[in-house]
């Protein structure tokens, strides 16, 4: 039989969970001869090295590879450029396919029309402590959970896959040159979007989103991520990610960034003011907030601090050039 899909996942540091989904890739009901799983260490610390190369050393169609340089799209540019199959389907290293995962991402793909750019469906949510009642149902699309529809649909707007649960055909992948390692997690920071600009530059060319709910993943939600302050932080590098994002795809002039800026400044200090101006009652004001009051100052505080470092930045580099054609000018003038 012929290898059609390779699956990988791209771990740091996270081996017990890794164990489940590398679990859930071999018991898929697709044959072993159709499928690889690439295991991506991209430099954990952890046992992961051992846990692979120990307790699964006997499965035949994994292989395993270590990256050092730290950073989730880089680990998964490395699957790509590893990848033996037509297609390459993403899981996280905290999420769990179900049984018949690669089988449902392939029959989208052998079928639907050759304008799908990329594929994905439903991710539900494991809550490995008890969910807090603050925690509303508007709130879990931060955690990465997807619910579109009931039935299979091309996704358009605002609507997108989830890099959890996300497959793609390898050529047209490449020639979007993979990831851009410029957005993504690295590390412990939360920086995302990395999955949505892929998604945005697709729609761009042509290709469409396919999302069919039947192709299923469950996502580890875990207990340090059911406090106020993660969903805050997670806002706040939302805003920081939602500027790089726009700076790649569409860069604003440095005057129209700070211009931007500005603006998000008065609507954070009148959020967080509520109208007072004696400290005592902002402070009050400010420990009432809601949790989606303070989320949105959050992400408005993301995108004044990214539009500040990229206009800076690119007063730099227009000083630079200046500096530089100056110092030619005298050298034409000697």
Known sequence: MKLHISAVICTHNRANYLRKAIRSLVNQTLPKEEYEILVIDNASTDNTREI????????????????????????????????????????????????????????????CKPTVGCVGGRVELIWESVRPLWLSNELLGWLAMINWTAQPAVLSGTQYLASVNIAFPKRLLEDMGGFDPRLG????????????????????????????????????????????????????????????????????????????AVAHIRKIMKDMCGGHIFPAAVYNHIRAMKLGAMMSCAYGVGIVVQAIREALRDYAASLRMRLLNHLHNLKTLS
């Open 52 to 111: 692979i190369l120990g307790e699964f050393s006997h499965i035949s169609n994994l292989r395993y590879i270590y990256e050092n340089k730290l950073g989730a799209n880089h680990a998964r540019n490395i699957g790509l450029a590893n990848s033996a199959g037509k297609y390459v389907a993403y899981l996280d290293d905290d999420a769990i396919a179900s049984d018949q995962w690669l089988e449902k991402i392939l029959n989208v793909l052998h079928t």
């Open 185 to 260: 997690r690295r590390g412990s920071n939360l920086l995302s979007n990395d999955e949505i600009l892929i998604q945005r530059q697709l729609q761009s060319r042509g290709y469409e989103l396919y999302y069919d709910p039947s192709i299923v993943v469950s996502h580890h939600v875990s207990a340090s991520r059911l406090n106020r302050k993660w969903f805050v932080r997670r806002a706040f590098w939302q805003g920081v990610s939602d500027i790089k994002m726009q700076q790649i795809l569409c860069p604003p002039k440095s005057r129209e960034l700070l211009q931007g």
